[in-house]
């Protein structure tokens, strides 16, 4: 276990390094004064100034092994140049638009896992009844959608038509207080700060914004979980220490929640762990069409305005994202599970 | 079709029995009516210009869409594109992008799946890392990165999905090939002196790439959606170009329910396409092999 653990903090830098040079080898795609508008500070950089002077100072004509090692060092200082779009360098764009995204995932987590590990359970239980059945198609329709199209769909019906939640994150009154002196922003994720603030008015107002864009993803995301669930759930009931409870005569009840449902988690819980990568990493087209502006809409738009430190400083945060957080579910894994044997 | 002479009773067997299942009967009844619409694409919405026929055909310059009428069926879009023509040659290009990508990276993750099966060591530790490498970047992203620094385009947004997309197979043969290298067939073989690629070829690939098959059918809707998220985010297809995701980002800015002919006609369109898909992939997995999902 121990050194299962060590094993893998190992692979973290080099995977992690394999990532800055899959990056830099993209980078190489572009034409030099375009790698030059990723490498510059700031925009006032690359006025009046001579084109050739900041080619030598960023050592572009330099050998690519020589350039390699010197944009990792800049990386590595958390300099990752100047983002046009967000009209900031993009390590400030991260920490800005990052809590945002976190808040969506936050928000989506709890009913996805509550209402997929429900409805996967009760699938299991029921299995081959028409519950069983049309919950499946729900799910295969569900997982059909693509987010946009769903979102949209969400927008039109319950903005456009019922008028219920608007989209942004918060309404204009709301956003010049938080904008204002007096408003502290402790963590920049909008419903800790108005709670923190004592802002309870501000609070609903941003969760109110949250609704639509947590709708989608809960309904998208649930067909994962329902069905991760679902396998589990049936993998084990059909084991024989589940015969076993039955035949002593405990009640079904006892058998499903007490029994059964143990083991069962254990595949969902790892789903879990994936569930959160999934939805940190996975905003790009949610977030742009709920307009809001957290790190996947920050990558959109950076891609759509041709930002290239921008979407580049984007991959980096976002791999760094998915690789420490494989790497924190794949040891939560195998403590829980003192079963997994890892050489 | 030597792939399928090869295959031992029980897949057979199995074979039958998807297509009887029902789940995999509606979703070959849906993809039939899209090969169908794709093939008639050219009698149902003839092209005013047949040497470009995916340009999508303006009905006029009015700035505000407008409802389905007997010109237009399923109306038009801001600008006056006609919807009804954009789904039908959509599904073309649909087609054209989920085949085409699955088929390069099919070949992508064979061969890399193959070698680092077959030669394991060094090879294969090395081939491996640099696929955990590609998976380290999320799938959405490392497209929209790629397709960026390539300058946008449909023609882009293909090659990121192929640099980005074939890990999962490669892991899939890997273990297969690694399993099949140790029985007696390659045994032989290779006792007989016949060279590693004449092997891989003939022997060890005709006997594992049928999960393969089955994981490139899976793969073909969300390869779909993703390409269109692009063109939705305005990555990929360019304006006038028939594709589902483009004609849907045009009802972005018109989000009344009195344009809801916008949205739901492209959605249906789309959406049953990834659906056909979903359901053969799901009674797929039922039948052959619950780990694949």
């Known amino acids: 276990m121990f050194t299962y653990v060590l094993r893998r903090l190992i692979m973290i830098p080099v995977t992690l390094l394999g990532v800055t040079l899959l990056v830099f080898a993209m980078m190489q795609l572009l034409d030099p004064y375009q790698l030059l508008s990723a490498y510059v500070s700031s925009p006032a950089e690359l006025k009046g100034q001579n084109i050739e ?87 295969i329709v569900g997982w059909s959608f693509p987010d946009f199209v769903f979102g949209l769909l969400v927008i039109l019906i319950f903005y456009s038509w019922l008028g219920w939640f608007p989209p942004g994150v918060l309404s204009n009154w709301a956003s010049r207080v938080v904008e204002s002196a007096d408003y502290v922003r402790y963590t920049g994720v909008l419903t800790i700060d108005a709670l923190l603030n004592g802002r309870l008015d501000i609070f609903w107002d941003a969760l109110r914004h949250l609704l639509g864009p947590v709708t989608t993803m809960t309904y998208l995301w649930s067909a994962f979980l329902i069905r991760i669930t679902r396998s589990g759930m049936l993998d084990v009931l059909h084991k024989d220490y589940i015969r076993t409870a039955r035949a002593k005569g405990l009640p079904e009840k006892m058998v499903i929640h007490k029994h059964a449902s143990k083991n069962a988690m254990i595949a969902v819980l790892t789903v879990a762990g994936r569930l959160v990568i999934y939805l940190l990493t996975g905003t790009v087209i949610i977030e742009t069409i709920f307009n809001r502006p957290g790190m996947g809409k920050f990558v959109a738009f950076a891609a759509q305005q041709l930002d290239y430190s921008g979407i580049l400083g984007g991959t980096l945060f976002f791999s760094l994202v998915l690789v420490v957080g494989n790497l924190i579910v794949d040891v939560l894994y195998a403590v829980y599970d003192p079963r997994i044997q890892l050489g | 079709m030597q792939l399928f002479k090869n295959l031992d009773k029980d897949t057979r067997r199995k074979a039958k029995k998807l ?41 006029g310059f009015l700035t505000e869409p407008q409802p389905p009428s007997a010109e237009t069926i399923f109306g038009t879009t801001e600008g006056q594109y006609d919807i009804f023509y954009a789904v039908v040659w959509g599904t073309r290009t649909a087609f054209k992008i989920g085949f085409l990508v699955v088929f390069c990276t099919t ?60 890990m999962d197979t490669a892991r899939l043969l890997r273990g297969n090939v690694l399993q099949a290298r140790e029985e007696e067939y390659v045994q032989a073989a290779r006792s007989l002196g016949l060279n590693d690629l004449r092997i891989i070829i003939a022997h060890i690939l005709p006997n594992t790439t049928f999960p393969v098959i089955i994981q490139a059918t899976m793969r073909i809707g969300t390869l779909v959606v993703v390409a269109s998220g692009l063109s939705f985010l305005g990555l990929g297809a360019p304006q006038d170009y028939a594709d589902w995701g483009q004609i849907i980002s045009y009802s972005r800015n018109w989000q009344g329910l009195e344009f809801w002919y916008t949205i739901f006609f492209p959605a249906l369109g789309m959406v049953l396409f990834v659906l056909a898909w979903n359901l053969i992939g799901d009674a797929l997995r039922d039948i052959f092999d619950p780990r694949l999902g």
């Open chain 2, 107 to 166: 070949l992508i993750g064979v061969a890399v799946g193959s070698v680092a099966g077959y030669y394991r060591g060094a090879t294969d530790e090395i081939l491996m890392r640099i696929t955990d490498v590609f998976m380290s970047i999320p799938f959405l992203i490392a497209v929209i990165v790629l397709t960026t620094i390539l300058g946008k385009g449909l023609d882009k947004v293909i090659i990121a999905l192929i640099a980005f997309d074939w």
């Open chain 2, 19 to 59: 297509f009887t299942n029902p789940t995999a009967i509606l979703g070959f009844t849906l993809l039939t009516v899209y090969i169908l619409v794709a093939a008639l694409a050219p009698v149902l919405a003839p092209p005013a210009d047949p040497q470009n026929p995916y340009i999508i055909p303006r009905l």
């Open chain 1, 53 to 139: 002077r900041l080619i030598t100072k960023y050592g572009l004509d330099q050998p690519l092994p020589v350039k390699y090692t010197r944009w990792l060092g800049q990386v590595v200082k958390g300099d990752l140049g100047w983002s046009e779009s967000a009209s900031m360098p993009v390590g400030k764009a991260i920490r800005t638009k990052f809590p945002l995204t976190f808040e969506l995932a936050l928000y989506a987590f709890f009913p996805i896992i509550l209402g997929g590990i429900w409805l996967g359970k009760l699938t299991a239980v029921r299995h081959n009844s028409a519950f069983d059945h049309s919950t499946r198609m729900v799910v």
